[in-house]
């Protein structure tokens, strides 16, 4: 697999275009930001109501309505939460979009699952970077860059491909890595990545760990420290080396004890749950759910959010962190600002 970087973009392209960047949430604010400081030219687009809107103008960006942003803009960055962008399209950006504009979006779901079905004669790409958006800010700044994706699905102007990799140039990808991939490849990965393994996997295993310690009569807070504080060290040694750098690191008590014990937690039973979480991603099941779900007022995410914030591993945790307040300085999520 080709890996690009810097040198192999053309950074001119995407400087030499109007960019706009639809939603200033995590991803938005990293975008625009990054490519401000590219050099880039760069208006954001929100809806009237928005709060985002005070911080962007804060950081120093041009601030427009979302029509009149895609109107000025020959390259659209669509932003807004996956599950509202199909409405805005339809209703916001398709109408303003100019002839030959290239549309842009950072995960393929409203593409690949066809909420969204695009113009001929616009180019349609993918710059996907492939980390949280305050993390594709924080390490732009410091002078590296999160590995990222590009894909093309139509091609209208013969220079797609140029244009994609000009942009995740800008957004600091190039220092890091750029791979291409396909909007199906890039939507069911993401998709089975954070429900099996990022965002629901590590959770549950966490969550387990804590309850089985404190069921079993020890104190949460040595449960919190022992299978939530210590998984960011535990991760770092991972992020900096491989498994064989973390194991290098911990004892051989805790090197044998965790390979002759890991593959029991996560067992054959487990792995045929990934498949079949693999498969509901595959066949669209999971896409209409999470559709259905949004028509319907979106009450089951909103119940599962308040169960989530309500479990004891929260709140011991929110009050060991007070004690750490180095954790609170160097905090890569700000409400107020990002
Ligand atoms: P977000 O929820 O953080 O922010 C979305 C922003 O869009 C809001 O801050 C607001 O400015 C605006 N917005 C909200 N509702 C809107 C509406 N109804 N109409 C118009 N604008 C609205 O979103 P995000 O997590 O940054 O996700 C944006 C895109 O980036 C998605 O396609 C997502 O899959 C993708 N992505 C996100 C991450 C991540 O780190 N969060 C990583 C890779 C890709
Ligand atoms: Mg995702
Ligand atoms: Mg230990």
């Known amino acids: 697999m080709k890996v690009f970087y810097d040198k192999d973009a053309d950074l001119s392209l995407v400087q030499?275009?109007?960019?706009?960047?639809?939603?200033?949430?995590?991803q938005g604010h990293a975008h625009a930001n990054n490519l401000k400081d590219s050099g880039v030219s760069v208006v954001v687009g929100?809806?009237?109501s928005s709060a985002s809107a005070e911080k962007a103008r804060e950081a120093g960006l041009e601030v427009a309505g979302?029509?009149?942003a895609v109107a000025s803009a020959d390259i659209i960055m669509v932003l807004a939460p996956d599950e509202h962008q199909a409405a805005l399209y339809?209703?916001?950006?398709?109408?303003?979009?100019?002839?030959?504009?290239?549309?842009a979006f950072a995960h393929g779901f409203n593409i690949h699952f066809e909420q969204i079905r695009p113009r001929g004669d616009l180019d349609v790409i993918m710059v996907a970077p492939?980390?949280?958006?305050?993390?594709?800010?924080?390490?732009?700044?410091?002078g590296g860059g999160v590995p990222t994706l590009v894909a093309i699905f139509q091609d209208a102007s013969g220079q797609a491909r140029e244009i994609a990799l000009s942009y995740a140039s800008a957004n600091g990808g190039g220092r890091a890595g750029i791979i291409e991939t396909t909007f199906r490849e890039e939507t069911e990965t993401d998709?089975?990545?954070?429900?099996?393994?990022?965002?629901?996997?590590?959770?549950?295993?966490?969550e387990a760990g804590y309850e089985t310690l404190v069921e079993a009569g020890y104190a949460p807070e040595m449960a919190y420290f022992e299978c939530l504080h210590e998984l960011k060290l535990i991760i770092d040694l991972i992020y900096e080396g491989g498994i064989s750098n973390m194991n290098y690191s911990v004892s051989n008590t805790a090197e044998y004890g965790g390979l002759t014990r890991g593959p029991r937690v996560i067992n054959e039973s487990a792995r045929q749950t990934m498949q079949q979480i693999l498969a509901d991603v595959q066949s669209g099941a999971f896409a209409s759910e999470?559709?259905?779900?949004n028509r319907s007022g979106a009450q089951e995410?909103?119940?599962?959010?308040?169960?989530?914030?309500?479990q004891t591993i929260e709140q011991v945790g929110a009050q060991l962190r007070e004690m750490m307040p180095w954790i609170r300085e160097k905090r890569l999520v700000d409400p107020s600002r990002n």
């Not at 209703?91 to 030959?100: A, K, N, V």
């Not at 990022?198 to 549950?204: D, F, M, S």
Request: charged content about 25%; aromatic content about 6%; some cysteine.
């Open 66 to 68: 979302i029509a009149d």
């Open 46 to 48: 929100l809806r009237e």
């Open 301 to 310: 995410l909103e119940r599962l959010r308040e169960r989530s914030r309500n």
């Open 191 to 206: 998709l089975f990545g954070e429900q099996a393994v990022l965002c629901g996997g590590v959770t549950a295993l966490i």
């Open 90 to 103: 339809a209703e916001q950006i398709e109408p303003q979009l100019r002839q030959g504009a290239t549309l």
């Open 16 to 26: 030499g275009r109007k960019v706009a960047i639809i939603g200033y949430g995590s």
């Open 290 to 293: 999470w559709v259905e779900e």
């Open 130 to 142: 492939k980390g949280p958006g305050h993390l594709v800010r924080s390490t732009y700044k410091q």
